[in-house]
């Protein structure tokens, strides 16, 4: 087995799980990159990371794992080939139609499948860009027109949420908080842990889209001399979030669980320091501010929370 991660199968277009080996720890993290993208990540164990993909591979696309952090220890890359067999939908919860390269059609175990092509077929299978077939354990209900992105700031001590990029209203757009009253208030602010029901519709809109929330407040630390305000804020368009303090000078970002290297942030003077990570799977994650340069670890700040778009 190799000591630089390695992808051994799955690179099919199609795939939406490839199989990486590397001598290393139970737990080490595995990151597959495309390009700069980031398609997904898991952990070793007993030297296999079954990596799921956030989007199914293409054929031509070029990927690559890395150990920790895009590039460390990085295997050789793969180039994802055409696929000699075509899945034409899930007959069961447990099963898929297919057709072989021979143009035979049969129905196989899922698990065959993934045995015999190294990935997991696509939940939704859409060949013509038209018609979708869904795993038939998923039956959809009337879908609401109506779609709403929901940013959340946290910061010591509060906590805000803000209504953002609405679509397909009939009619100003109108907002619920809790089962209150219909408003133009796109925003709230909390300062204790709470669930949060958003409902939104136009003012000619009969039924709304309801969203929900565990609102969860960063307990108050105290403020290293020259860094204040550490916070996060979520941006679900882009599956990531913006890392926020204030400095004088220009900070510094680390991502624990995600990106070990330490970030030049973007500095808008007087004060304010802002990096950008995106995309970034959900999870927990310890995020580091310091003054460029500043090797002194007592000096640092840090916010530990859960990432959730």
Known sequence: MSALAEIT?????????VKVT???????????YRGALLLGSASLVAGVALVNLATPLAT?????????SKGNQCGNPVTVVANPIKVTGWKSATEVNVVQENGQQLTMPVSQFVQMYGYQPASVFDSIGTNAVLQPEYVPAEVCPI??????????????????NVQNTKGGTLISWNEGPYSNTIAQTYTEATAVTIDVKGADDTTPLRRSIAVAILEATPENGSIT???WKSDSIRRGFNAIAHCQNQLQFRLEGFDFAWR????????QNEQIYH??????YTLWAREKGDSAE????SLTFTLNT
């Open 298 to 301: 007592a000096n640092w700040m």
């Open 22 to 32: 590397r001598t290393a720890a139970n737990g080490t993290g595995i990151f597959v």
């Open 279 to 284: 995309p970034v799977p959900n999870g927990s």
């Open 60 to 68: 031509g696309d070029v990927i690559q794992a890395s150990v920790t």
């Open 264 to 271: 030049d942030a973007i500095f808008y003077p007087p004060t």
């Open 9 to 17: 199968s799955g690179a099919k277009a199609g795939s939406t799980q």
């Open 229 to 231: 305000g550490l916070s």
């Open 147 to 164: 779609a709403f992105d929901l940013n959340t700031e946290k910061q010591a001590g509060q906590t805000v949420l803000t209504v953002t």
